[in-house]
């Protein structure tokens, strides 16, 4: 086994293979965080008539390509997410569970929750959302089956694999329940194996979080309280109304009796019925009704897994009756304890050495890296762009030096420009990881965004047009273009054909490196350490661009990577800005999913329009900060308690929170309405001074004159002297669609500098002028502010 506490993934038995060809809506056994499982009726009372789904004509951001399932929420579609141009499982809750806001509510909260769980055994939730009234949510596309699908189709699962997969699924779950989390429906359908042999724990719907009280767990009485909750109110078939929550067949006895008082244990013996399944072909305890299947679970005595299964070696026969045992304190302490017992059973610890490739195996990565970076085409390309770049600046200059600023303008400008027209022709052909991340900013600028972005452009045209360089950077912008067009089609197309066969060779040795043993961690740094000095740009190549940064920073931990260069380096700025872009802007969606969401519950509850509010923001604010905390993995107990805010059902006492001066004085001196009244008197000014200085006829050779009002005083007036007054106006107009205190400091400082920075001293070059300048310096702050700001 691999070291460093990685099981060594078992080969697929041969029937997985005939799986793996099946079609995607066959073989995916894909379910999202919900509280009712997939496989029940929508109907929540036996005898309705059942909900047809809907296929959503469009989410945005989604193109729908069919239909994996429809169950107890609503249903699962396979989508692809058009910004990251990848393929993932897409919930859409049922209208019937959208109406009741209680349900709603803990849904989004418990989903919010388990999206932060970020682990390779644990199926990923990406996104949270709502549109048109439907609510949704993106996980991670997992294409292969379940584990009760290949128990199915086995009848049997060989002991050291079912050990191999149940130790990954305990993985998943104590991170999990390292965060508080405890999942309360572990079972084969639930323990989804992908087309590479990792288990991923799915279907974190019935979770228990730490701030979830046992009043708002409960199975309420539809008979005494009138509500229609899809939460209270789940088949007797699947768990007994009002009983527990789960599925029987795999349920713990203390989960029969009250699932709101459960805690991590449950799990553990819900993953011991799981692997007593795998090994034996059977269900531990098997009855007619849900009722007599959790009374045996109860009361029942377990017949040990080796009287089924004579060849179950003792060892294991007994880590799955300690795992079931009726009583909580008589399972293993926790999920790590069953992680360790598995792992000294298939012998991680005592016989695992450290993958070790072979001299011919070196040779070949070598060879292929080497043979990478110096095909021909590959050698020409690069000579080329180096001496036309190089060739190109050396001109600039000597266009600056010789006075000819126009031109070294332009030719810095044709370097630029035939950069970006590259950089899109090439992402859009090969799909880079750049590209999909800038594609998927440019789909998430909302209308306001969009505003923004053509006023800045309208801004660099006009700044171009003042300074007599629009029409020579259209030009070279032309010449660029066809340059970067001509790279692309006759030397990219030519450097892609010459590294086909290396592509192949790359995936046989790693398929080699596989069989002999090498988990995914380890062949990638197998094949950087031994690419050469130049090895990032063939590694982005054989992997992706995400595992090139993870992998170099362990490789550069290890201390062993000696003399490396980096490939296109300039990306990764760039990169981390759009990662921090999107991740304010999912932060924003999910605040006021959540909040709205707590709003139509608190309202439902019989709260008034301003305690719901109130109560509502507070929650959301709890909810994540816990989210936050859960990333971090700070919950040191499961008898945690959550905030003052989540206590209660309604939860409209306030809480205690910090003030927080700085924000409250910008709010007061730079709220909406102060920037709003000095966006109008900023209007008013420019408005006048346009009409004194008749500029629809306006001259160069006659200037402008400072604005100038009969009566008033000239030291009141003469600040406004130039369109850089309006175009500050306008700074300040668009911050009226953003809030925060940064947002207001920096749009209000931005504005100032637009309309007034000329009159600060600025040295310029002709033909820039100080107004030009201030103007720009002006809009980046303001730029920067509405990127601080949310909406």
């Known amino acids: 086994m691999p070291a460093g506490g990685q099981v060594k993934l078992l080969s697929l038995p041969a029937e997985f293979e005939g799986l793996r060809n099946q079609s995607a809506f066959e073989t995916l056994s894909h379910v999202a965080p919900t509280p009712v499982p997939l496989h029940e009726p929508l109907s929540s009372v036996p005898g309705e008539p059942r909900e047809e789904p809907v296929v959503p004509e469009l989410l945005p951001g989604f193109r729908i390509d069919g239909v994996i399932g429809h169950g107890g929420m609503g249903s699962v579609y396979l989508a692809r997410q058009l910004s990251l141009d990848r393929p993932v499982a897409l919930k859409v809750m049922s209208q019937t569970w959208a109406s ?80 508080g989390i405890i999942h309360r429906d572990i079972k084969p359908d639930n323990l989804l194996l992908d087309e590479h042999g990792t288990v991923k724990v799915a279907d974190l719907g019935l979770v228990k979080t730490p701030e979830l009280t046992k009043f708002q767990d409960r199975l309420c009485q539809r008979e005494t309280d009138g509500e229609r909750s899809g939460l209270h109110s789940l088949p007797p078939d699947m768990t007994g109304v009002r009983m527990a929550l789960g599925t029987p067949a795999f349920m713990a006895p203390e989960q029969c009796r009250d699932a709101s008082t459960v805690d991590h244990r449950a799990d553990i013996y819900s993953l011991g019925c799981t692997l007593y399944a795998l090994v034996t072909g059977k269900q531990p305890f098997r009855a007619k009704s ?131 027209a590259y950089f899109l022709l090439n992402g859009y052909s090969r799909h880079t990881y750049l590209f999909r991340r800038f594609k998927q900013f440019l789909l998430g600028m909302s209308g306001g965004d969009w505003i923004v972005a053509c006023g800045a452009l309208g801004l660099g045209v ?107 380096a300039w990306r990764e700025p760039l990169v981390n800005l759009l990662n921090r872009i999107d991740s304010v802007r999912k932060a924003a969606r999910e605040r006021e999913l959540i909040e709205k ?105 006659t200037g402008t004159e400072p604005l100038a009002i009969s009566g008033v005083p000239a030291a009141w007036t003469s600040w406004c002297d130039s369109a850089n007054v309006g175009w500050g106006a306008m700074l300040l107009l668009a911050s009226l669609f953003y809030r925060g205190p940064r947002m207001a400091v920096l749009a209000t400082l931005g504005a100032g500098i637009a309309a007034f920075g000329h009159k600060l001293g600025i040295r310029t070059v002709e033909p820039i002028q100080d107004f030009h300048v201030a103007m720009l310096l002006g809009t980046v702050l303001a730029l920067l502010g509405y990127r601080c700001g949310r909406r």
């Open 100 to 179: 009741d806001a209680v349900f709603v509510a803990r849904f989004i909260r418990e989903a919010y929750a388990a999206a932060q769980l970020n682990h390779p055994n644990v199926v990923q939730i990406y996104d949270i959302g709502e549109t048109q009234g439907l609510r949704y949510f993106s996980m991670e596309y997992v294409v292969g089956c379940s584990l009760a699908e290949l128990l199915k189709k086995r009848g049997r699962i060989d002991t050291e694999q079912a050990v191999g997969y149940v130790l990954q699924a305990a993985r998943g779950l104590k991170h999990a329940h390292d965060r």
């Open 290 to 420: 849900a009722f007599s299947l959790m009374k045996k679970h109860a009361e029942e005595a377990l017949v040990p897994p080796e009287l089924l299964h004579p060849r179950l070696p003792q060892e294991v026969s007994a880590v799955i009756c300690k795992m079931m045992a009726k009583k909580p304190g008589d399972r293993y302490a926790n999920m790590a304890e069953v992680i360790r017992i598995l792992e000294h059973w298939l012998g991680v610890q005592s016989t695992a050495a450290k993958f070790t490739p072979r001299d011919d195996q070196v040779l070949e990565v070598e060879r292929l890296a080497n043979e990478f970076q110096n095909t021909p085409a590959a050698v020409l390309r690069q000579n080329l762009i180096r001496t036309a770049v190089s060739g190109t600046a050396l001109a600039a200059l000597l266009m600056l030096f010789f006075g000819q600023i126009q031109f070294a303008f332009g030719l810095a400008g044709l370097v630029v420009q035939s950069s970006v």
């Open 462 to 568: 006009a700044f171009l047009w003042m300074s007599k360089l629009l029409l020579i950077t259209a030009g070279f912008g032309f010449i660029g273009i066809a340059v970067a067009g001509a790279v692309w089609y006759m030397l990219d197309r030519r450097v892609n054909a010459e590294r086909v066969a290396i592509a192949n060779a790359t995936v046989r040795l790693q398929k080699h490196l596989r069989q002999d043993g090498a988990n995914s961690g380890e062949i990638r740094l197998f094949f950087a350490k031994h690419s050469g000095r130049l090895w990032e740009e063939y590694f982005e190549f054989a992997f992706r661009f995400e595992e090139k940064l993870a992998t170099r920073d362990l490789l550069l931990r290890a201390g062993s990577a000696g003399v490396r260069e980096k490939f296109a």
């Open 597 to 701: 969401a707590e709003y139509e519950r608190l309202i439902t509850a019989g709260a008034t329009i301003r305690q719901a509010k109130k109560a509502a923001a507070e929650r959301t604010e709890a909810t994540i900060e816990r989210g936050g905390t859960l990333r971090l993995g700070e919950i040191p107990e499961f008898s945690h308690t959550f905030s003052q805010a989540s206590q209660s059902m309604i939860c409209l006492e306030p809480v205690a929170t910090c003030r927080d001066y700085p924000s409250m004085a910008a709010e007061l001196f730079l709220g909406t309405p102060v920037r709003a009244v000095l966006a109008a008197l900023l209007i008013a000014a420019s408005a006048l001074w346009f009409i004194q200085n008749e500029l629809w006829h306006y001259s160069i050779s």
